[in-house]
T-cell receptor, first 114, second 113 residues
Framework: DAKTTQPNSMESNEEEPVHLPCNHSTISGTDYIHWYRQLPSQGPEYVIHGLTSNVNNRMASLAIAEDRKSSTLILHRATLRDAAVYYCILRDDGNSNSGYALNFGKGTSLLVTP | DSGVTQTPKHLITATGQRVTLRCSPRSGDLSVYWYQQSLDQGLQFLIQYYNGEERAKGNILERFSAQQFPDLHSELNLSSLELGDSALYFC????????????FGPGTRLTVT
Protein backbone atom coordinates (compact mmCIF):
# COMPACT_ATOMS: atom_id res chain seq x y z
CA ASP A 1 0.00 0.00 0.00
CA ALA A 2 1.12 3.53 -0.73
CA LYS A 3 2.42 5.74 2.07
CA THR A 4 0.59 8.65 3.72
CA THR A 5 1.99 11.75 5.38
CA GLN A 6 0.18 13.50 8.22
CA PRO A 7 1.19 16.25 10.65
CA ASN A 8 2.28 14.86 14.00
CA SER A 9 -0.14 17.01 15.95
CA MET A 10 -2.84 19.65 15.60
CA GLU A 11 -4.80 21.74 18.03
CA SER A 12 -8.35 23.01 17.84
CA ASN A 13 -10.81 24.91 19.96
CA GLU A 14 -13.99 23.24 21.05
CA GLU A 15 -17.00 23.80 18.76
CA GLU A 16 -14.83 24.96 15.86
CA PRO A 17 -14.27 23.01 12.62
CA VAL A 18 -11.11 20.96 12.26
CA HIS A 19 -9.40 20.11 8.99
CA LEU A 20 -6.97 17.20 9.25
CA PRO A 21 -4.77 16.91 6.13
CA CYS A 22 -3.25 13.79 4.61
CA ASN A 23 -0.85 13.59 1.67
CA HIS A 24 -0.65 10.45 -0.44
CA SER A 25 1.15 11.39 -3.62
CA THR A 26 1.83 7.75 -4.66
CA ILE A 27 -1.78 6.59 -4.36
CA SER A 28 -2.82 4.00 -6.93
CA GLY A 29 -6.10 3.79 -8.78
CA THR A 30 -7.58 1.08 -6.53
CA ASP A 31 -6.44 2.55 -3.21
CA TYR A 32 -9.29 3.66 -0.99
CA ILE A 33 -8.63 6.38 1.59
CA HIS A 34 -9.65 5.26 5.07
CA TRP A 35 -9.68 7.27 8.29
CA TYR A 36 -9.66 5.74 11.73
CA ARG A 37 -9.18 7.36 15.09
CA GLN A 38 -7.99 6.10 18.42
CA LEU A 39 -9.26 7.72 21.58
CA PRO A 40 -7.07 7.45 24.68
CA SER A 41 -7.00 3.93 26.14
CA GLN A 42 -9.31 2.54 23.43
CA GLY A 43 -9.04 0.54 20.27
CA PRO A 44 -9.13 2.30 16.89
CA GLU A 45 -12.52 3.36 15.58
CA TYR A 46 -13.64 3.67 11.96
CA VAL A 47 -14.41 7.24 10.89
CA ILE A 48 -14.96 7.37 7.13
CA HIS A 49 -13.58 6.19 3.80
CA GLY A 50 -13.78 7.12 0.14
CA LEU A 51 -12.31 6.54 -3.30
CA THR A 52 -12.77 9.64 -5.47
CA SER A 53 -15.82 11.62 -4.42
CA ASN A 54 -16.25 13.57 -1.22
CA VAL A 55 -18.05 11.60 1.47
CA ASN A 56 -20.15 12.61 4.47
CA ASN A 57 -21.38 10.64 7.44
CA ARG A 58 -22.58 11.43 10.93
CA MET A 59 -19.05 11.66 12.28
CA ALA A 60 -17.16 13.61 9.65
CA SER A 61 -16.66 14.59 6.04
CA LEU A 62 -13.89 13.47 3.73
CA ALA A 63 -12.72 15.84 1.01
CA ILE A 64 -10.58 14.20 -1.68
CA ALA A 65 -8.47 16.26 -4.07
CA GLU A 66 -9.25 15.90 -7.75
CA ASP A 67 -5.87 14.26 -8.44
CA ARG A 68 -6.34 12.09 -5.30
CA LYS A 69 -2.86 12.96 -4.05
CA SER A 70 -4.24 14.45 -0.87
CA SER A 71 -7.36 14.38 1.28
CA THR A 72 -8.77 16.19 4.28
CA LEU A 73 -10.84 14.86 7.13
CA ILE A 74 -13.26 17.50 8.36
CA LEU A 75 -14.81 17.49 11.81
CA HIS A 76 -17.52 20.12 11.60
CA ARG A 77 -17.66 21.03 15.29
CA ALA A 78 -14.91 19.61 17.45
CA THR A 79 -15.83 18.41 20.91
CA LEU A 80 -13.57 17.36 23.75
CA ARG A 81 -14.47 13.78 22.91
CA ASP A 82 -12.84 14.19 19.49
CA ALA A 83 -9.37 14.42 21.05
CA ALA A 84 -7.66 11.37 19.59
CA VAL A 85 -5.00 10.16 17.18
CA TYR A 86 -6.38 10.25 13.63
CA TYR A 87 -4.96 7.83 11.10
CA CYS A 88 -5.18 8.26 7.34
CA ILE A 89 -4.70 4.87 5.68
CA LEU A 90 -4.62 3.78 2.07
CA ARG A 91 -5.86 0.29 1.32
CA ASP A 92 -5.97 -1.48 -2.01
CA ASP A 93 -9.59 -2.60 -1.79
CA GLY A 94 -9.52 -3.66 -5.39
CA ASN A 95 -6.95 -6.41 -4.85
CA SER A 96 -8.42 -9.43 -3.11
CA ASN A 97 -5.01 -11.13 -2.88
CA SER A 98 -3.61 -8.53 -0.52
CA GLY A 99 -6.02 -9.19 2.32
CA TYR A 100 -7.66 -6.21 3.90
CA ALA A 101 -5.39 -5.35 6.79
CA LEU A 102 -4.97 -1.73 7.78
CA ASN A 103 -1.48 -0.27 7.61
CA PHE A 104 -1.43 2.33 10.39
CA GLY A 105 1.19 5.06 10.30
CA LYS A 106 1.88 7.49 13.13
CA GLY A 107 -1.27 9.56 12.62
CA THR A 108 -2.11 13.06 13.81
CA SER A 109 -2.68 13.66 17.50
CA LEU A 110 -5.57 16.12 17.80
CA LEU A 111 -5.83 18.22 20.93
CA VAL A 112 -9.15 19.96 21.56
CA THR A 113 -9.19 22.78 24.07
CA PRO A 114 -12.29 24.20 25.78
CA ASP B 1 -19.02 -0.45 22.41
CA SER B 2 -17.86 -2.02 19.13
CA GLY B 3 -19.32 -5.45 19.88
CA VAL B 4 -15.88 -7.07 19.78
CA THR B 5 -14.76 -8.57 23.07
CA GLN B 6 -11.26 -9.46 24.17
CA THR B 7 -10.04 -11.32 27.21
CA PRO B 8 -8.17 -10.90 29.39
CA LYS B 9 -7.93 -7.14 29.69
CA HIS B 10 -4.51 -7.27 31.32
CA LEU B 11 -1.90 -10.01 31.44
CA ILE B 12 1.40 -10.01 33.30
CA THR B 13 3.80 -12.86 32.73
CA ALA B 14 7.49 -13.70 32.75
CA THR B 15 9.95 -14.09 29.92
CA GLY B 16 9.92 -17.51 28.31
CA GLN B 17 6.27 -18.15 29.13
CA ARG B 18 3.35 -18.75 26.79
CA VAL B 19 0.00 -16.93 26.82
CA THR B 20 -3.26 -17.08 24.90
CA LEU B 21 -5.33 -14.04 24.04
CA ARG B 22 -8.95 -14.49 23.11
CA CYS B 23 -11.22 -12.50 20.81
CA SER B 24 -14.93 -12.78 20.04
CA PRO B 25 -15.97 -10.90 16.88
CA ARG B 26 -19.18 -8.95 16.40
CA SER B 27 -22.18 -11.12 15.74
CA GLY B 28 -22.24 -11.98 12.04
CA ASP B 29 -18.66 -10.94 11.29
CA LEU B 30 -16.59 -13.63 9.61
CA SER B 31 -13.17 -11.97 9.60
CA VAL B 32 -10.89 -11.48 12.57
CA TYR B 33 -7.70 -9.42 12.50
CA TRP B 34 -4.97 -9.21 15.12
CA TYR B 35 -2.86 -6.08 15.62
CA GLN B 36 -0.02 -5.26 17.99
CA GLN B 37 0.55 -1.74 19.33
CA SER B 38 3.83 -0.89 20.99
CA LEU B 39 5.42 2.46 21.74
CA ASP B 40 8.27 2.05 19.28
CA GLN B 41 6.49 0.20 16.43
CA GLY B 42 3.03 1.75 16.55
CA LEU B 43 0.01 -0.28 15.40
CA GLN B 44 1.07 -3.25 13.29
CA PHE B 45 -1.03 -5.87 11.56
CA LEU B 46 -0.22 -9.43 12.59
CA ILE B 47 -2.67 -11.83 10.94
CA GLN B 48 -6.19 -12.17 9.52
CA TYR B 49 -8.59 -15.10 9.55
CA TYR B 50 -11.73 -15.39 7.49
CA ASN B 51 -14.32 -18.03 8.33
CA GLY B 52 -11.73 -20.28 9.95
CA GLU B 53 -9.03 -19.95 7.31
CA GLU B 54 -5.89 -17.82 7.40
CA ARG B 55 -6.40 -14.95 4.94
CA ALA B 56 -3.40 -12.67 5.27
CA LYS B 57 -0.22 -12.45 7.27
CA GLY B 58 1.63 -9.35 8.40
CA ASN B 59 4.57 -8.87 10.72
CA ILE B 60 3.83 -11.88 12.87
CA LEU B 61 6.76 -13.58 14.57
CA GLU B 62 7.22 -17.35 14.28
CA ARG B 63 6.78 -17.57 18.06
CA PHE B 64 3.23 -16.27 17.57
CA SER B 65 0.34 -18.23 16.12
CA ALA B 66 -3.38 -17.79 15.81
CA GLN B 67 -6.48 -19.70 14.89
CA GLN B 68 -10.15 -19.10 14.34
CA PHE B 69 -12.61 -21.65 15.63
CA PRO B 70 -15.92 -22.86 14.12
CA ASP B 71 -17.86 -20.47 16.36
CA LEU B 72 -15.66 -17.72 14.82
CA HIS B 73 -13.87 -16.69 17.98
CA SER B 74 -10.13 -16.41 17.62
CA GLU B 75 -7.12 -16.99 19.80
CA LEU B 76 -3.64 -15.52 19.50
CA ASN B 77 -0.93 -17.65 21.07
CA LEU B 78 2.35 -16.02 22.06
CA SER B 79 5.18 -18.28 23.17
CA SER B 80 8.78 -17.94 24.40
CA LEU B 81 7.85 -14.44 25.45
CA GLU B 82 10.45 -11.69 25.44
CA LEU B 83 10.45 -8.28 27.09
CA GLY B 84 9.89 -6.72 23.67
CA ASP B 85 6.57 -8.52 23.30
CA SER B 86 5.06 -6.23 25.91
CA ALA B 87 2.36 -4.34 24.03
CA LEU B 88 -1.33 -3.81 23.50
CA TYR B 89 -2.89 -6.51 21.34
CA PHE B 90 -6.05 -5.56 19.48
CA CYS B 91 -8.49 -7.78 17.73
CA UNK B 92 -10.78 -6.40 15.04
CA UNK B 93 -13.58 -7.95 13.05
CA UNK B 94 -15.32 -7.20 9.79
CA UNK B 95 -18.33 -8.65 8.07
CA UNK B 96 -16.48 -10.28 5.22
CA UNK B 97 -13.01 -11.19 4.09
CA UNK B 98 -12.84 -8.20 1.85
CA UNK B 99 -13.12 -4.46 2.20
CA UNK B 100 -15.29 -2.72 4.72
CA UNK B 101 -14.84 -1.15 8.07
CA UNK B 102 -13.13 -2.98 10.87
CA UNK B 103 -14.46 -2.91 14.42
CA PHE B 104 -11.82 -3.03 17.13
CA GLY B 105 -12.00 -4.54 20.57
CA PRO B 106 -10.71 -2.83 23.70
CA GLY B 107 -7.40 -4.68 23.57
CA THR B 108 -5.35 -6.88 25.87
CA ARG B 109 -2.39 -5.24 27.57
CA LEU B 110 0.46 -7.74 27.86
CA THR B 111 3.35 -7.04 30.19
CA VAL B 112 6.34 -9.37 30.08
CA THR B 113 8.67 -9.06 33.07
Amino acid sequence: DAKTTQPNSMESNEEEPVHLPCNHSTISGTDYIHWYRQLPSQGPEYVIHGLTSNVNNRMASLAIAEDRKSSTLILHRATLRDAAVYYCILRDDGNSNSGYALNFGKGTSLLVTP
Amino acid sequence: DSGVTQTPKHLITATGQRVTLRCSPRSGDLSVYWYQQSLDQGLQFLIQYYNGEERAKGNILERFSAQQFPDLHSELNLSSLELGDSALYFCASSIGGSYGEQYFGPGTRLTVT
